[in-house]
Nanobody, 118 residues
Framework: QVQLVESGGGLVQAGGSLRLSCRASPSIFSIDFMSWYRQASGKQRELVALVTAGGNTHYADSVKGRFTVSRDNAKNTWYLQMNSLKPEDTALYFC????????????WGQGTQVTVSS
């Protein structure tokens, strides 16, 4: 079983930056896909970015060029660096761990609120 603890959300003005962190316990090594999702009020949850165990990344079109996903194996943590934030980025952000190859399990963090004021 994997536990995920998120941190780094908050309130920021448009154009500002935030960095989200997702720490996995006991280890990041069994996770195939390390993802970030977000859910705005009244909308469906959507994939924002992911990084694979092999280091490949994928981004939603709406965040390309502004957000960067990365991971630190030594810290069992992956990150979402968010720059040039827009009011439409306001949402509850969740990290997700997918262990497709190991046992097919999937885990969610508790969510962290990001609010971008105009």
């Amino acid at each position: 079983q994997v536990q995920l603890v998120e941190s780094g959300g908050g309130l920021v003005q448009a154009g500002g930056s935030l960095r989200l962190s997702c720490r996995a316990s006991p280890s990041i090594f069994s996770i195939d896909f390390m993802s970030w999702y977000r859910q705005a009020s009244g909308k469906q949850r959507e994939l924002v970015a992911l990084v694979t165990a092999g280091g490949n990344t994928h981004y939603a079109d709406s965040v390309k060029g502004r957000f960067t996903v990365s991971r630190d194996n030594a810290k069992n943590t992956w990150y979402l660096q968010m720059n040039s934030l827009k009011p439409e980025d306001t949402a509850l952000y969740f990290c997700n761990a997918d262990r497709t190859r190991v046992d097919g399990t999937n885990y969610w963090g508790q969510g962290t609120q990001v609010t971008v004021s105009s």
